[in-house]
């Protein structure tokens, strides 16, 4: 894994906080995104299915608990969320958060729900398409969504590494992270993790794929 260390991978999933967090989803994943276009919609679950295959975990037409359990809104501005019926049952606090968001100029936000073991139970992805996110090709800003939500990434994961890079002309994701996203869905491993020398055990199951 090029340029990667068990203390690079262990900032990957080292919060603002300095906590180590470390989670992958338990369960299929069960995908619906709202306010895009139906040719956005394909390209938006196809970097979805993508990364899931990439990960060797699965997805499913229906969640039985919860029908879908990756939700993704895009939207032009924060105050649209408040209109969403029962949004605010599905993120607690959400009108706090709009006004946060709002005051940082944020254009994304992630929220996470987990399993009594502390695996990935659902996501709720909010893009606001500000000029910013509007200049990136739909496929690009499919993957880049995809590709946060598998894992329980920190905080401060790709403010200086971006996780895509560009190869003729298409964007891709880093080999490094496809390799780390593999490795983290290997069922010797478990689905959360606290303690940084987990990111040693990644490592140690990147290096094996490699060498096999």
């Given at each position: ?5 068990p ?7 080292t ?6 967090l ?7 994943i069960?995908?619906v995104?709202f ?10 679950k196809g ?8 990960a060797?975990h699965?997805?499913a037409?229906?969640?039985p ?11 032009r ?7 969403v ?9 959400l ?31 909010f ?7 509007s200049a990136?090709?739909a ?9 946060q ?7 401060a994961a790709?403010i200086d590494?971006?996780?895509l890079?560009?190869?003729h002309g298409?964007a891709?994701?880093?080999p490094d ?6 490795a983290a869905?290997?069922?010797v491993?478990p689905?959360?993790?606290r303690d940084s020398?987990h ?11 490699e060498?096999?």
């Amino acid at each position: 894994m090029t340029d990667m260390t068990p203390q690079t991978v262990a900032a990957l999933f080292t919060r603002s906080d300095g906590q180590y967090l470390f989670a992958r989803w338990g369960r299929p994943i069960v995908p619906v995104v709202f306010g895009v276009s139906d040719a956005t919609l394909a390209t938006v679950k196809g970097a979805i299915e993508a990364v899931v295959a990439l990960a060797g975990h699965r997805m499913a037409e229906t969640d039985p608990e919860q029908g879908a359990n990756l939700m993704m809104f895009f939207f032009r501005n924060w105050d649209e969320l408040l209109a969403v019926p029962d949004l605010d049952r599905l993120v607690p606090g959400l009108g706090p958060l709009v006004a946060r968001l709002q005051a940082e100029d944020a254009n994304q936000y992630r929220v996470f729900r987990f399993e009594a073991d502390g695996a990935i139970r659902a996501a709720v992805v909010f893009v606001r398409m500000d000029a910013e996110m509007s200049a990136v090709p739909a496929a690009d800003l499919a993957l880049l969504q995809a590709v946060q939500t598998v894992l329980l990434w920190s905080d401060a994961a790709f403010i200086d590494n971006a996780p895509l890079v560009r190869a003729h002309g298409a964007a891709m994701l880093r080999p490094d992270l496809a390799a780390l996203i593999r490795a983290a869905y290997d069922p010797v491993l478990p689905a959360m993790a606290r303690d940084s020398s987990h990111a040693l055990r990644l490592m140690a199951r990147v290096g094996m794929a490699e060498g096999g």
